[in-house]
């Protein structure tokens, strides 16, 4: 990615000092743009990133004509933020460090498993969002565990953020990918986390692991929105499974809950502004006035089916 590029560029013997902000081509044929911020990893040598997706903000980005945002910084210390009272928060911070080292192996295992430990709770709960929230649970849920991403995950510490305690950004390393412009590569990829495995996979019926950090790196390295791309197909899916679109609206694609290969396709359309997926690109607001329109759809069944989406 460009942030590899650039880090190498400017950051010299220190990567660590170096930010890069930057988004792909999805951004520029979606709404739902992200932005890739990157950190370098200094224990694997490499360059990792956390994502800002929520509301299209990668799309004015791109839309500005900017791919990228270096920034260059070092020499940080406890009080760079010019703390109203350092003395407390010398005696705080111990305390919360340690607060959390202690808890979180007892309870939620963010640092082992980061937020995939979800998983079992919403669906034990009834509220994992599946085939576009007409459900809470599946029987297959556990498929996307933590128990699962536990021996996925690369064991280290992961800390985005220095002095960050909880460490919850995890790192699927070596990952051989099987589709799009980077098949047969091996790659790092960053999660999944929760809100992608919930949107990307349960929501639109699909349970494998491998395809969700398959999804989750291509929807980082195209700058789109996970959970908004995951809103758009499951918003979908349901709508093609009720026979209101049918193969010749979809260019083909057998848009049917649980078909990870139309789910991936539909992502590298975004990304190059082809096919279908430049309508699922623009949201579900927009996709409901175009059925309308377009299609004759109902729109109280559009209403029905697409009022909790946002996307």
């Known amino acids: 990615m460009l942030g590899e590029i650039l880090t190498e560029k400017y950051g010299a013997a220190n990567k660590r000092s170096i930010s ?27 360059v990792r990133y956390k994502q800002a997706a929520r509301g299209g903000i990668g799309t004015v980005f791109r839309n500005k004509k900017i791919k990228a945002i270096v920034v260059k910084f070092s020499g940080l210390r406890a009080d760079t933020n010019h703390p109203a009272n350092f003395d407390i928060l010398k005696k705080v911070g111990p305390a919360y460090n340690k607060e959390i080292r202690t808890l979180d192996p007892k309870q939620n ?3 082992v498993v980061g937020t995939t430990h979800l998983v079992d709770i919403m669906n034990k709960f009834d509220l994992l969002p599946t085939h576009n929230f007409k459900f809470g649970n599946h029987p297959e849920g556990s498929n996307l565990s933590a128990e699962v991403y536990r021996k996925k995950f690369h064991p280290g510490f ?11 950004s995890h790192l699927v390393k070596d990952f051989e990918l099987k589709t799009g412009p980077f098949k047969s590569k091996h790659v790092s990829v ?10 990307l996979g349960s929501n639109c019926g699909i349970f494998d692991p491998n395809h969700m950090i398959e999804i989750n790196f291509y ?14 197909t499951a918003f979908t899916m349901e709508f093609y499974e009720m026979g209101l679109i049918d193969n010749e609206v979809t260019g083909g694609l057998e848009l049917n809950f649980g078909n990870k290969e139309a789910a991936m396709g539909l992502v590298h359309q975004m990304a190059r502004g ?12 927009s996709m409901k006035k175009l059925f309308a329109e377009k299609y004759d759809a109902d729109p109280d069944i559009l209403q029905d089916i697409g009022w909790k989406q946002r996307a």
């Open 219 to 232: 929807c980082d390295t195209y700058g789109l929105d996970t959970i908004s791309v995951g809103t758009a």
């Open 109 to 111: 295992e963010m640092a």
């Open 158 to 168: 992961d800390g985005c953020w220095a002095g960050c305690t909880v460490a919850c």
């Open 190 to 199: 960053d999660g999944p986390e929760y809100e992608t495995i919930a949107r």
């Open 274 to 285: 082809e096919g279908f997926g430049v309508i699922i690109g623009q949201g579900v607001r």
């Open 20 to 46: 890069v902000v930057s988004s792909g081509p999805g951004a520029e044929h979606t709404r739902f743009g992200a932005l890739n911020f990157s950190w370098y990893d200094s224990q694997r040598k490499i």
